[in-house]
């Protein structure tokens, strides 16, 4: 038998083969007090940011500001908040003001 084929040409019996290991993903750990993760985000989902900012704009009676899809969400012990690019970078320099 050949390891490259799923038929054996001379005795025309199906070889088979075993199955390729299963990939396992860990689960990433628990997030402690004052922790903060950025995961990347790919589902279809506005920005949080966006939607306050524009609001808020709408509320004054000022120009509203555009709507970003979410890339990523800021997950802490507590919450989910899903951003755009510019608010991802906004709110990470804001963290790590906090934690000098």
Sequence with gaps: ???TGHL???TST???FPAAPATVRRQAP???PGEVR???FRGQR???DCWHAQATAKADGTPIPFRRKATSARRTPTTITYLCG???VSRWF???GAQR
């Design 30 to 32: 628990p997030l402690g």
């Design 1 to 3: 038998m050949t390891p």
């Design 46 to 48: 506005d920005c949080d």
């Design 94 to 96: 804001d963290d790590r």
């Design 8 to 10: 054996d040409l001379f």
């Design 14 to 16: 199906s070889i088979g």
């Design 38 to 40: 950025y995961d990347t």
């Design 86 to 88: 510019p608010h991802k």
